[in-house]
């Protein structure tokens, strides 16, 4: 009677383990992804600078 109930309560805790654990990876994975999402405007102002020094270079030439 013991056994079954400490089995069960093992299964429980390992459950409620894996779900905590999914639960912070995919809070992790969100924090990662808005972290990432205010890159792409720096990436575009170099961008628009390549561009800039580009035309530069064809009108000299």
Same mark, same amino acid.
């Given at each position: 009677? %013991?056994?079954?109930?400490?089995? #069960?309560? %093992?299964? %429980?805790?390992? !459950?409620?383990?894996?779900?905590?654990? *999914?639960?912070? *990876?995919?809070?992790?994975?969100?924090?990662?992804? +808005?972290?990432?999402?205010?890159?792409?405007?720096?990436?575009? +102002? +170099? !961008?628009?600078?390549?561009?800039?020094?580009?035309?530069? #270079?064809?009108? #000299?030439?």
């Amino acid at each position: 009677m %013991i056994d079954i109930l400490i089995a #069960q309560s %093992i299964g %429980i805790l390992l !459950l409620l383990l894996g779900v905590i654990s *999914f639960a912070l *990876f995919i809070r992790r994975m969100l924090i990662n992804t +808005k972290a990432n999402n205010s890159d792409p405007s720096d990436i575009n +102002k +170099k !961008l628009d600078k390549i561009i800039e020094l580009l035309e530069k #270079q064809d009108k #000299q030439i």
